[in-house]
């Protein structure tokens, strides 16, 4: 029978092991070695079958922890972790040492939120999916060892994204195991013992509540909105049963209570604990775009005279917030339908919002307008209300500049103000143990252990470590078969699947179609010849979730199961189901090579490469993502894209054919090119030019350092900047952004003069060479712009010259852009003259014109208004537009 409800027993612990209780809530133990040492050394064999503190301590037996506590050695070993932990939690880090050199004073004084639909620490808390929550938790755990005073914010989810398994036929079934926060590393939130609720208005007069649990990662707290208590109906009490599952409707109810809840329940947590403010928010991709809003709800409902109006608050608001876009497909964006949003913010009789009080329904919908009317895009909502935005690779933030160009008329998709931090993977979560040992978990000293080590030893290494992923496939294979319903009979042959000294290859992710799980597969006669070679054997290990909803992906990973279950193939090639960070450790340590091959540009990132390489993986991938700008050819392989190719069919053909090619032309050989000692030592010479070179690259400290400095510290500084003078900055931005509204039309360029040598640019001597006299002229060109300004004055505006290389129909390439200065003139018709003076950088034929910018202070770059007007009668000339900013 089953339980109508679970609930946990602890029994308490002898006083002299009271800290154990302690070490297990803070999830530093996750990437702690000697912590989990310590666990493992109360019960090594519960430890291995769990690896979860908090379950250990629940299911030991109390005979002994009563011996534990009499053992003096267990006792200062204990000691010793909690003192640890103490100056871990205490003393200065990166950030407390360089908050002043980085001009961090006000990021120091307040800090960050991070908002996330998921987050994944580890495997004893399921509330993560993939790509997005592995780098939520790796961006906490590198922000606590780094000191950032930063607080995470996401959902607990009742059911957390779904177990997988397999059905006979090899079609993915999903499980939704019930998570008891009770048995988990979180506590709640309470005031004065009494549990803190968030309470968010719905459609009809209901309200939704929500309690808010923490977890402690190291330094950071990540609180965790849930709505499943008494309060709530059980629409409402469903809304944060599972992560990515319902409909449309749920997904919106999800990503209101993330935003608005979220903002909500920062503001309990820091008035019970005393933690400041922060000033800075980061919307960890468009699901938490809603937080915008309710910040300039806050704004608009302060007391009395200190109320700010919208345009106002919108202005702070904006210039603390960070976006970050992670999908390069305009299919990944949430698009909502507009009257659904419309219905949760709940207008009343005058078009003011319930959900939001003090807000206008329509301004806030037309922060999420994309040019249909019937639609509601939380990623333009999110750069709207981000000042400062970001991709996740160069290359995906290319891909992003493009993407959502339309939100900067005018403006070339390289000058889009949206940047880019290329993501990172957290390496003491990553690492393989055997590595820490040897190397240490000092990041800054690992490079130079690997450049010192023996090639015999690093070959010893991963020889070790590819023995314990054959040891784990062959276990996870069997318990795979039997949930199948194939008998221990059956299974046998799982015993002796795959060969320790056999070249491993792993492929690991979602089953995204975009992801091509079968490209491998596209001529299965010649994979299955590379797999049995005789001589040269390779395995490969496949593992990825498809969404529930996604028929094509279960389609997929089932195409693969069914070849793997070839009797002459089997031992070579294996899917393992329920693929998840525990798994995921055991791969990335012992594959050889990772595999990854998407369609080119459709990975943003594509962080499990990453992994692979801090422990000495090398990498065969489509230049694409992280890969696209780390690949140096000697860290791993490119294989070759067909990008532009129209027949997908075509182009999968191609880059299967490159696939195969390089596998049996290059990395196979290498891999089994010994040497007297048998050690490929070409091969482990890539290994240590990965571990050393790429390793410091790929690590979630860099990032985290890139958007403390690239993104954080301005944004903090920013703010202090505009709330200066009792927001005197905001609320001058807001006027000059009204003046813009009424005068921009006004806004034109008449016309350019140039004057030069025999005024005329085609007759100029190239760059660089000579005009006759002894030694070369560079040429130079003084350009004169007519601008009618309207109600702005000149310091008010940027208007800039360029000139550059032209096409053959007139589009200027690669400009040289110089700012134009304000004269004291004005042509006949009163408009002012902006002069300067241009120098091609290249010679051949060039073209030139003129544009004006608007220019405040409180601005961050020239395009953040999407505002731009170049000379009457050209094609860019298109009118005011919709920025970004508008």
Request: aromatic share 8%; hydrophobic share 40%.
């Amino acid at each position: 029978m089953k339980a109508f409800r679970r609930f946990t027993v602890r029994v308490p612990l002898p006083t002299e092991l009271a800290d154990l209780t302690t070490v297990a809530h803070n999830l530093r133990w996750v990437w702690h070695a000697p912590t989990q040492d310590l666990f493992a050394a109360i019960d090594p064999e519960l430890w291995d079958a769990t690896g979860d503190p908090l379950r250990l301590l629940a299911d030991v037996e109390p005979e002994r922890f009563t011996e534990l506590a009499g053992d003096p050695t267990f006792r200062d070993r204990l000691a010793g972790i909690r003192d640890d932990l103490d100056r871990y939690l205490t003393e200065p880090r990166w950030f407390g040492d360089t908050s002043s050199d980085t001009g961090a004073a006000e990021l120091a004084a307040h800090g960050i939120a991070y908002f996330s639909m998921e987050f994944g620490i580890s495997e004893v808390l399921p509330i993560y999916s993939g790509g997005l929550g592995i780098l939520a938790g790796d961006h906490l755990k590198a922000a606590s060892d780094l000191g950032l005073p930063l607080i995470g914010v996401g959902l607990f989810y009742g059911s957390g994204y779904f177990h997988q398994s397999l059905s006979h036929d090899g079609w993915q079934v999903e499980r939704y195991p019930v998570n008891d926060p009770t048995s988990l590393p979180l506590a709640p939130l309470s005031d004065g013992g009494d549990p803190v609720m968030i309470t968010i208005a719905m459609p009809g007069g209901r309200v939704l509540s929500a309690r808010v649990w923490v977890a402690t990662v190291g330094r950071i707290p990540l609180l965790l909105l849930d709505s499943d208590v008494p309060a709530n109906d059980e629409e409402l009490r469903s809304i944060t049963d599972r992560l990515y599952g319902g409909d449309q409707d749920h997904r919106i109810k999800q990503e209101i209570l993330l935003g608005v809840g979220g903002v909500r329940a920062v503001r309990e947590y820091v008035r019970i604990t005393g933690r400041p403010e922060p000033t800075v928010f980061h919307m960890n991709e468009g699901h938490a775009g809603f937080l915008g809003v309710e910040r300039i709800r806050e704004m608009t409902s302060r007391p009395g005279t200190d109320a700010l109006d919208f345009d106002t608050a919108e202005a702070v608001v904006r210039a603390s917030n960070v976006f970050t876009t992670h999908t390069p497909v305009p299919a990944g964006i949430d698009r909502f339908p507009r009257d659904m949003v419309r219905y949760y913010l709940d207008a009343d009789g005058d078009g003011n919002s319930r959900l939001l009080p003090g807000l206008s329904v329509a301004t806030v919908l037309d922060l999420g307008d994309e040019g249909d009317p019937g639609v509601f895009n939380m990623a333009h909502m999110g750069f709207r209300l981000g000042q400062r935005s970001n991709g996740v690779s160069e290359l995906h933030g290319a891909v992003s500049r493009e993407m959502f160009a339309d939100l900067w008329p005018g403006f070339d998709a390289d000058e889009v103000p949206i940047g880019a931090v290329t993501n990172g993977v957290h390496g003491p979560t990553w690492v393989a143990r055997t590595w820490l040992d040897l190397a240490g978990t000092d990041e800054d000293s690992q490079p130079d252990a690997f450049s010192a080590m023996p090639a015999t030893e690093i070959w010893r290494v991963r020889s070790t470590l590819r023995a314990g992923l054959v040891d784990e496939v062959r276990r996870r294979a069997h318990d795979s078969g039997r949930d199948r319903g194939f008998t221990d009979a059956e299974l046998g042959w799982t015993a002796d699947i795959f060969d320790p000294d056999a070249l491993t290859i792993g492929f690991a992710r979602r089953a995204a179609t975009y992801k091509r799980l079968t490209l491998m597969l596209r001529d299965p006669d010649r994979m299955r010849r590379i797999l049995t070679d005789p001589e040269r054997p390779v395995q490969l290990v496949i593992a990825g979730k498809a969404h529930p909803a996604d028929d094509g992906g279960k389609s997929l990973i089932q195409q693969v199961v069914r070849f793997t279950e070839d009797p002459e193939l089997r031992d070579r090639i294996v899917f393992l189901p329920d693929y998840d960070i525990s798994m995921a450790r055991d791969i990335y340590a012992g594959c050889d090579v990772w595999l990854n091959n998407p369609v080119r540009p459709m990975e943003a990132c594509g962080t499990s490469g990453m992994k692979s390489a801090l422990n000495g993986g090398l990498n065969l991938s489509i230049l694409d993502g992280w890969w696209d700008e780390m690949a140096d050819g000697e860290n791993g392989w490119a294989i070759p894209s067909a990008e532009g190719i129209p027949d997908d069919h075509r182009r999968d053909d191609l880059e299967a054919e490159a696939l195969y090619s390089l596998l049996e032309e290059t990395v196979i050989p290498l891999f089994y090119a010994r040497s007297g000692d048998g050690v490929p030592e070409r091969w482990v010479e890539m290994v240590r030019h990965t571990l050393t070179r790429l390793g410091p690259r790929v690590q979630a400290s860099r990032m985290v350092r890139d958007y403390t400095t690239a993104l954080y510290v301005p944004a903090a500084d920013q703010f202090a900047s505009i709330c200066a003078d009792d927001f005197a900055p905001a609320r001058d931005l807001a006027d000059y952004r009204h003046v813009l509204e009424r005068s921009w039309p006004a806004v034109q360029i008449a016309g350019i003069d140039e004057a030069g040598s025999n005024n005329a640019l085609g007759s100029h001597p190239p760059a660089g060479e000579s005009s006759g006299s002894d030694s070369p002229q560079r040429v130079s060109l003084t350009l004169t712009a007519h601008v009618a300004l309207g109600e702005l004055t000149p310091d008010r505006v940027c208007v800039q010259a360029l000139l550059g290389r032209v096409t053959a129909d007139g589009e200027i390439t690669d400009p040289v852009v110089a700012e134009m200065t304000p004269t004291d003139e004005t042509d006949p018709s009163g408009r002012t003259l902006f002069r300067s003076t241009v120098v091609p950088a290249r010679s051949g034929r060039h073209g030139y014109t003129a544009r004006v910018l608007p220019r405040h202070s409180q601005l961050s770059d020239d395009a953040e208004l999407g505002l731009v007007r170049y000379p009457v009668g050209t094609a860019e000339d298109a009118g005011p537009g919709r920025g970004s900013g508008s």
